[in-house]
């Protein structure tokens, strides 16, 4: 159970002189139950990358396949292992277009071809994913919701098809910091008890360090790094700069204390960890 | 997908004609069209193609994309000579029950579908070597003749631009929702007419809302700096004429002349003598 991407290569508008590689011998495998962070400097390759996991782009060269089927083929069995994966695209609020709120959110499912009672479920655990009351939200215009509770009526559209897989492109941009934190207590949440393989993809460090288990860095249209959280920002930083991108706040903090005497012991990756390191350090518990 | 699609056609170069004038290239454009309903003789119209084929060269354009562009619009001219192949006059060379082939209607046939690739070909020139920025600054100053007697010639120009601006902006939003509509499992591909019609409003809505939104923030933005129309308003890049422009006008105008000659050459020759 597993997505395994092999050699993939793309370019954008070939044969022009608009031509641009997006991704250039890409090979990985993302299997389910793991959360994976894609970090990389804008223009990196990131969403490209993302969107052919998404089946939504045909590699130049390569192969992408999931559950050991090429999705990139023309079979029923293909389409069938393109909707394993769900994407949660970059301003998803921007994709609405139904008259109500339930009727958006069961879009997914409906062209998942569930029966009506099963679309009922997927709907209401959806919204109840993403904190929408039912009885007030359901029957509602999308269009007059605020821009949290829409990213959220468009999330929990994702949400309710249910995939085994789900990839989220910057789920956090243009959010205030409170419903930041309730997306991904959500996104946790299907996690934890789904156990579905995640792919976030983020410009925010403290979001890879503090949600994921693992770690992708693009460059320039390359895999770089890729490793365990722990190991990618504390042990390669100086390749994590030649990738243009920076580390938690946290390992900073960290290392400026060590240099001024501070023994801290351990990695602290978050911020609550490195409160915790501190006090322990200086003997305050 | 769609962004694959190079439109507005812009094929950025540096050649002699890329850096004529945006005016000298619309005015040889239109001297060129009127130049190809001039023509008679096959040897005018081998004439102008041979011209046509020789700007392309100079500009430095590929010659599979020159002739892509007369791609969609072959059915038009296949229609053209078939038409005039079966509705010319004179001595039928072929008949089966009311069609006639005749000698002229190839003729006027084959005459008729190079006139339409000319045009093609002349004006994707002018496309292709030009930037839709700098073109319609060029069309805005030949129509500012044309303000005394109250064309809005700076707004006309100001709605083209804009047009023209958000063309691949709207093709990158249309792709990027399209890609997040099938994600959810949309198919834009199988059913009947009005099945597929209807599978189109998970993208159109989405489409119109944002681009309301776009026009808004883009007013406010124009507001913002000030715009109030043309009254007033300088250039960053003043256009100008330079040597290569009078050589490529003269050029023109020698292609012009020949070709009329060669129509009415003999009956002023007749008038002369």
Redesign the interface.
């Known amino acids: 159970m597993s997505i395994e991407i092999k050699n993939v290569s793309y370019t954008y508008t070939p044969k022009t002189p608009f031509a641009q590689q997006a991704l250039k011998n890409v090979s990985l495998t993302i299997a389910k139950g793991e959360f994976v962070a894609v970090i990389g400097q804008t223009g990196s390759g990131k969403s490209t990358l993302a969107e052919h996991i998404a089946g939504l782009l045909k590699p130049s060269k390569g192969q992408v396949c999931i559950d050991g089927v090429d999705v990139n083929e023309k079979s029923p069995k293909a389409k069938s292992a393109r909707q394993k994966v769900g994407m949660v695209f970059q301003y998803p609020e921007e994709q609405l277009f139904a008259e109500t709120v339930y009727e958006d959110i069961a879009f997914g499912p409906r062209n998942q071809g569930k029966t009506v009672e099963e679309v009922d479920g997927a709907v209401r655990r959806a919204m109840e994913v993403v904190a929408l009351d039912f009885a007030t939200f359901a029957n509602r215009s999308p269009f007059q919701l605020s821009g949290g509770q829409m990213r959220r009526v468009a999330m929990a559209g994702i949400f309710a098809m249910e995939s085994d897989y789900l990839i989220l492109d910057e789920p956090s941009a243009g959010l205030d910091p409170k419903s930041r934190d309730t997306v991904f207590e959500q996104l946790m949440e299907i996690f934890r008890s789904r156990q579905i393989g995640i792919i976030l993809i983020t410009h925010s460090m403290e979001e890879a360090a503090l949600y994921a288990q693992r770690i992708l860095v693009m460059s320039h249209g390359e895999l770089c790094l890729d490793g365990k959280t722990t190991d990618i920002f504390l042990k390669a930083r100086a390749d994590l700069t030649q990738a243009m991108v920076d580390v938690p706040e946290s390992v900073k903090l960290t290392s400026e204390l060590k240099e001024h005497g501070l023994a801290i012991e351990g990695v602290p990756l978050t911020k609550d960890e490195l409160v915790t390191a501190i006090k322990k350090a200086k003997g305050w518990n | 997908m769609l ?2 699609i ?1 439109l507005g056609q812009y ?2 170069g540096n050649s002699f004609v890329h850096r004529l004038d945006p005016r000298t290239k619309i005015i040889a454009t239109f001297v060129f069209m009127v130049t190809i309903f001039m023509a008679e003789s096959a040897l005018s119209y081998g004439l102008l193609l041979a011209f046509v084929l020789l700007v392309g060269l100079v500009s430095k354009i590929s010659m599979g994309l020159l002739i892509k562009t007369i791609k969609p619009l072959w059915i038009i001219i296949i229609l053209t000579l078939g038409i005039h192949i079966f509705s010319g006059q004179g001595e039928p060379l072929w008949s089966w029950y009311v069609f006639h082939i005749t000698r002229e209607g190839i003729v006027l046939g084959i005459k008729m579908s190079l006139r339409l690739i000319l045009l093609l070909l002349i004006s994707s020139i002018l496309t292709l070597t030009t930037s839709p920025i700098v073109l319609t600054d060029g069309i805005e100053d030949l129509m500012k003749p044309f303000k005394r007697v109250g064309v809005p010639a700076h707004e006309l120009a100001m709605m083209m631009t804009i047009a023209l601006r958000f063309i691949p902006t709207l093709l990158e939003e249309t792709d ?2 399209m ?9 834009f591909t199988s059913g009947n007419i009005i099945n597929r019609a209807k599978n189109m ?3 159109l ?2 489409l119109f ?2 681009s309301f939104r776009r026009a808004d923030e883009l007013a406010l933005a124009m507001e913002a700096r000030c715009y109030r129309g043309g009254e007033g308003r300088t250039r960053m890049h003043q256009l100008s004429y330079g040597a290569a422009d009078y050589e490529a006008g003269f050029i023109m105008l020698a292609v012009l002349v020949i070709i009329g000659f060669m129509k009415w050459g003999s009956k002023l020759c007749s008038l002369i003598s």
């Open positions: 962004t694959d190079t094929y950025p990027r929702i890609k997040a509509q099938i994600a959810r499992g949309a198919d409003l998970p993208i809505i989405p809302i944002s």
